[in-house]
């Protein structure tokens, strides 16, 4: 399982970014994808969740703010972040699971939100 995670950068609060996922060694079209985050001293949390289906869920702390979506043509899940916080910053880290996947996370890419 690769999960490649980019998109991640500095932006000003009410900015937006798109982060990427590309995935391979499994058959992404099965699989759950979504995202987590983990910011400075804090515990890593779910941000958001795509079945194979498309349905979809969300923190409620990003609800309205955040999109997932899934092109399983590219083997790629995108997270389209909206309205960026301060406390959104954070490393974001692209995750998925399968019957024959367990849970697995990349390696991140982080999101800095600050003026």
Same mark, same amino acid.
């Given at each position: 399982?690769?999960?490649?995670?980019?998109?991640?950068?500095?932006?000003?609060?009410?900015?937006? &970014?798109? &982060?990427?996922?590309?995935?391979?060694?499994?058959?992404?079209?099965?699989?759950? =994808?979504?995202?987590? @985050?983990?910011?400075?001293?804090?515990? @890593?949390?779910?941000?958001?969740?795509?079945?194979? @289906?498309?349905?979809?869920?969300?923190? *409620?702390? !990003?609800?309205? @703010?955040?999109?997932?979506?899934? *092109?399983?043509?590219?083997?790629?899940?995108?997270?389209? =972040?909206?309205?960026?916080?301060?406390?959104?910053?954070?490393?974001?880290?692209?995750?998925?699971?399968?019957?024959?996947?367990?849970?697995?996370?990349?390696?991140?890419?982080?999101?800095? !939100?600050?003026?």
């Amino acid at each position: 399982v690769q999960l490649q995670a980019s998109g991640g950068g500095l932006v000003q609060p009410g900015g937006s &970014l798109r &982060l990427s996922c590309a995935a391979s060694g499994f058959k992404f079209s099965a699989n759950v =994808m979504g995202w987590y @985050r983990q910011a400075p001293g804090k515990q @890593r949390e779910e941000v958001a969740i795509i079945l194979s @289906r498309g349905i979809t869920t969300y923190a *409620d702390s !990003v609800k309205g @703010r955040f999109t997932i979506a899934r *092109d399983n043509a590219k083997n790629t899940v995108y997270l389209q =972040m909206t309205s960026l916080k301060p406390e959104d910053t954070a490393v974001y880290y692209c995750y998925t699971r399968g019957v024959l996947v367990p849970s697995s996370w990349g390696q991140g890419t982080q999101v800095t !939100v600050s003026s």
